[in-house]
């Protein structure tokens, strides 16, 4: 079926008690069995929820994957897929990722014997030269978090295949609309579904997608035995945004392209991210491995001040961590989702106290290039 025809019936049927043509919220922690060792097929809801199992169908769908593996953040998601792993395992990571990627990596798992090595995996030679004996795990964010830099899918696969190493990308800020990463041959995709895959910023959730029938048992084991499940209501109100996925993602992919388009050529910026501009370096290969270039747009504007004076200045743009609702928010990355980053390690990736990322949401495209003049001004 097409995107949007997946999107509003994947994973869900009417109710065969009522024929409700929404999934029910089975908010149950526990189910009765007929007899000893005889069920429906649900026994405790960590372990099995309807809910839960018509979201995580729903969402594989869309990713073209065969399995869904819900957890309670994208964080807990991250983590499960790096328990996969063993003490003395080596895993090659993004040098620009999500600052509490970067943290619970190195603050949690490290100390466990698992090895980091962070490198910028859009130079193919770069991972190439990365990997060691003890490498069992690439794991990338394409575009990255927050300087939008693009790995190579393709590149990625070629080089991991070879080696026989798992590859897992980090798919939040493309949602399943703009990129299937599993059609490359990679072997997860994660997201943190709080992200645009709801949208409306009441959830906070994360999933892992494959289409590799013994990393899904081992993500459904770990899914259990470790607990960080999302609760029935959650999975419901993603279930319920994911119906509006697409109609989502295309009006802030538009107000992304009318406000990059603007911001470009402004002189108060000393330079601007985003792949759907022709200036950006990976414009054309953002061209070739995604449909669409998304709504996240990242600025430098040469010092705290201007930053601050900037986001403080917004209107529409409400100043708070996260990405991906359909209001439209502005962070500064330095001192807010990437504080956990080391100060020397953060300014060789270019994220600078002068750096703002902006959240395009889908309100009136003329209002948000307005409220960004009007904060320009104040500079």
Known sequence: MGFQTDAVHAGQKPDSGTGAIMTPIFQTSTYVQEEIGKHKGYEYSRTQNPTRH??????????????GIA????????????????????????????????????????KFGVLFTYTDTSVKKNIEEAITPKTKLIFV?????????????????????????????????????????????????VHSSTKYINGHSDVVGGIAVTNDDQIAQKLYFLQNAVGAVPGPMDCFLVLRATKTLALRMREHEKNANALAAFLQ????????????????????????????????????????????????????????????GVESLVEHPAIMTHASVPKEIRESLGI????????????????LVNDVIQALEKI
């Open 54 to 67: 018509a979201m995580e169908k729903n969402i594989a769908t869309l990713e073209k994957g065969k399995y």
């Open 71 to 110: 957890f309670s953040s994208g964080l807990a998601a991250i983590s499960s897929i790096i328990q996969l792993l063993e003490q003395g395992d080596h895993v090659i990571c993004t040098n620009n990722v999500y600052g509490g990627t970067f943290r619970v990596f190195d603050t949690v798992f490290k």
């Open 141 to 189: 964010e394409t575009p990255t978090n927050p300087m939008l830099t693009l790995t190579s899918i393709e590149d990625l696969v070629s080089v991991a295949k070879a080696k026989k190493i798992m590859t897992v990308v980090d798919n939040t800020f493309m949602s399943p609309y703009f990129q299937n990463p599993l059609q490359f041959g990679v072997d997860l995709v």
């Open 265 to 324: 050529n402004h002189n108060r910026i000393k330079r601007i991210y985003y792949p759907g501009l022709s200036s950006h370096p990976q414009h054309e290969l953002a061209k070739k491995q995604m449909s669409g270039y998304g709504a996240i747009i990242s600025i430098d504007l040469g010092s705290l001040e201007n930053a601050k004076k900037f986001a403080e200045s917004l209107k529409i743009f409400a100043l708070a961590e996260s990405l991906g």
């Open 352 to 367: 600078t106290d002068g750096l703002i990322r902006l959240s395009v949401g889908v309100e009136d495209e003329a209002d």
